[in-house]
């Protein structure tokens, strides 16, 4: 929503009336987290959503060399909300990045990519609203430890629910701990973070939110999952970070701490970011028809470009190397480029809960809560696009149970990367389709590779794993 006086005057009263002490500013990297500098109310007013605030770029990470690092952030007043992780009586705005010489938007932020996005679908006239529903899963531990040396490398997660704790003595062990792949859904005393979680939502909720549901996930050892109802695009991402800002603080302040690491524990369920998404136009919804799964000949066409550019997506929607460490076949795992309505090891699935055309959507289930939202959502979006605009024809649905196909079958079904190096080589093999509209430019794709490259992958490469003294020290 464009800034107007009335909705800064909101603002600006909202902190007089609530005798406010702090402004604190949130904006996103490149790789996808938030960072933030603070300001005293008496140092903020209507001219601080013209004027912005200054900052050094040089140490984001991503960004600006150290010869060209001066930056500018204004705030966006609707993003307004109470910080109450912070002591002092604090409100948080969620800001664009802009360049100080010429007060145009940067074209490295995140934010900024997703806001053209929205803009290239109006362009098109194909649809005037995209909603996206991200579905973040995440474990909470109660103990984390880790270190990578030249001689040494450790990893430790713990938690009371763990099933591996069983044996422990905890004096007393009360042994009310999921079974692996059996944390889906049980009540307490066995699912002991049911309060956590309400305490998250009712967070949640304080800061604007809207909350559809909270459940324990399968994993052992503390997954969970709490659902938030969909946005716009923009809003969509916005909520995201503020989700997981809002769920790590929540769980420090109960001497618990959360990771979106997508497969922490080895041997059960990883965490994924199932993306729910529709196009609307003049408030009716384009993805509902009479074809497969009742969806509209334009929601296969979306289909077809996500499944085309999938490998290439990948590098957005799931940019870590622990990405592939939960894109296996076994664990529910979304590996295979289909669709189905039913098959939830298939890429894409059209849930069927209504029949309402309003709840008609797809869901893409190979994201996972690593991803940068605005460059992944924005890079969904444009793949379908590419599918409506070319009209690309998804093939025929995988409604079989996969893990029941015989191998030459499984042969014609096209699978994810299996690295992260992979879904980098995709990207820079496919991204015309992201560069229609300037959404993305050849400088942001170009920069993300190397990024990545530089940063995680060779890193990785050169890092010898724990478990390779278990196969090789003998040798």
Known sequence: MAQTKSNIQKVLDFVKSNKIKFIDFKFMDF???????????????????????????????????????????????????????????????ICDVY???????????PRHIAQKAEAYIKSTNIA???????EAEFFVFDDVRFDSKPNSSFYFVDSVEGRWNTGADEGPNLGYKPRYKEGYF???????????RNEMVMNLMNAGLDVEAQHHEVASGGQCEI?????????????????KYIIKNTAKRNNKTVTYMPKPIQGDNGSGMHVHTSLWKKGKPLFAGT????????????????????????????PTTNSYKRLVPGFEAPVRLAYSQRNRSAAVRIPMYSTSPKSKRIEFRCPDPTANPYLAFSAMLMAGIDGIMNRIDPGDPLDKDIY?????????????????????QALAEDHEY????DVFTEDVINTWIKYKMEKEVKPMALQPHPYEFSLYYDV
């Not at 010489?101 to 490295?108: D, G, L």
């Open 31 to 93: 790789p996808g987290q938030w960072q933030h500098f603070t300001v005293p109310s008496t140092h903020f007013d209507a001219d601080s959503f013209v004027d912005g605030y200054g900052f050094d770029g040089s140490s984001i990470r991503g960004w600006k060399a150290i010869n060209e690092s001066d930056m500018l952030i204004i705030p966006d007043p609707d993003t307004m909300f109470v910080d109450e992780f912070i002591e002092a009586p604090t409100v948080s705005m």
């Open 434 to 437: 992201l560069l229609k509209g």
């Open 99 to 109: 360049e100080p010489a010429t007060k145009e938007k940067y074209s490295r932020c």
């Open 186 to 196: 049980p009540v307490p005393p066995t699912d002991s973070l049911n309060d956590l």
């Open 404 to 424: 029941d196909m015989e191998p030459e079958e499984l042969m014609n079904v096209p699978s994810t990367p299996g690295s992260l190096e992979g879904a980098l």
């Open 291 to 318: 074809g497969y799964a009742g969806l509209s000949e334009m929601g296969l066409y979306f289909i077809g470009g996500i499944l085309k550019h999938a490998p290439s997506l990948l590098a957005f929607t799931n």
């Open 227 to 243: 659902d938030l109802r969909f946005q716009p695009l923009v809003t969509a991402a916005d909520q995201l970070l503020m989700f």
């Open 128 to 134: 005037d609203t995209v909603f996206f529903g991200p």
